[in-house]
């Protein structure tokens, strides 16, 4: 059993070039999650899909689209990359409906470098 | 605005001594309070979770929730040293959203 699995673990961009970060997750979660973390910032939420066929913006949406691809996979494209958009980034996901507190399981993080 | 707010840290806390984390929100419509234990370079963790007034244990865990005051609040008992870590809150609201807090550090000193 996987999880939540994020590809790719580290990339490197130049200013201005695009790139989707993958995220699967194999526990037939609804709910699923972008967040980015900078240091002393905690995490703060890009875009979230509170079930299939759903997307809404988080905190800080800006320079950021995304898509449910199906249940498994919600994607996060960065189209045009900025230096302040270097940041480790976070996909998660979570079971039940959206009102259930369950727990939200965490992938391993993409350590993204804009240069 | 940001809307859940932790002290950044760090919280030093002398090894079996007990580490009191607080964490407030602005948004009276929050449903239910999370807390998340994050180590350094891994990914967070979840300690536990309370969505009703009052005290919530677990363990050497205990969270304490007064929405009144919108505030809630993590305490580790007989801290140790593997306790030392980043402690996130996080608050659900309605439609699923889920935000964090920027978290505390805590370190536990032997």
Redesign the interface.
């Known amino acids: 059993n996987a999880g939540v699995t994020q590809t790719p673990k580290f990339q490197v961009l130049k200013t201005g070039q695009s790139m989707t970060l993958q995220c699967a997750q194999d526990m037939n979660h609804n ?1 699923m ?1 972008w ?1 980015r973390q900078d240091p ?6 890009i875009y ?1 899909s ?2 299939e066929g759903t997307t ?1 913006k ?2 800080v949406p800006n320079g950021y689209n995304v898509s449910r691809l199906n249940k498994r996979e919600f994607s996060l494209r960065l189209e045009s990359a900025a230096p302040s958009q270097t940041s480790v980034y ?1 996909c ?1 996901s ?1 079971g039940g409906g ?2 259930k ?1 369950t ?2 399981f ?4 993409t350590r993204l470098t804009v240069v | 605005q940001k809307e859940v707010e932790q002290n950044s840290g760090p919280l030093s806390v002398p090894e079996g001594a007990i580490a009191s984390l607080n964490c407030t929100y602005s948004d009276r419509g929050s449903q239910s309070f999370f807390w998340y234990r994050q180590y350094s370079g891994k990914s967070p963790e979840l300690i536990m979770f309370i969505y009703s007034n009052g005290d919530k244990e677990d363990g050497r865990f205990t969270a304490q929730l007064n929405k009144a005051s919108q505030y809630v609040s993590l305490l580790i008992r007989d801290s140790q040293p593997s306790d030392s870590a980043t402690y996130l809150c996080a608050v659900k609201y309605s439609w699923g959203k889920l935000q964090f807090g920027a978290g505390t550090q805590v370190v536990v000193t032997p």
């Open positions: 709910s999650y967040y002393g910032m905690g995490l703060r939420l979230y509170a079930s809404d988080g905190e976070f998660a979570k959206w009102e507190d727990e939200a965490f992938g391993q993080g």
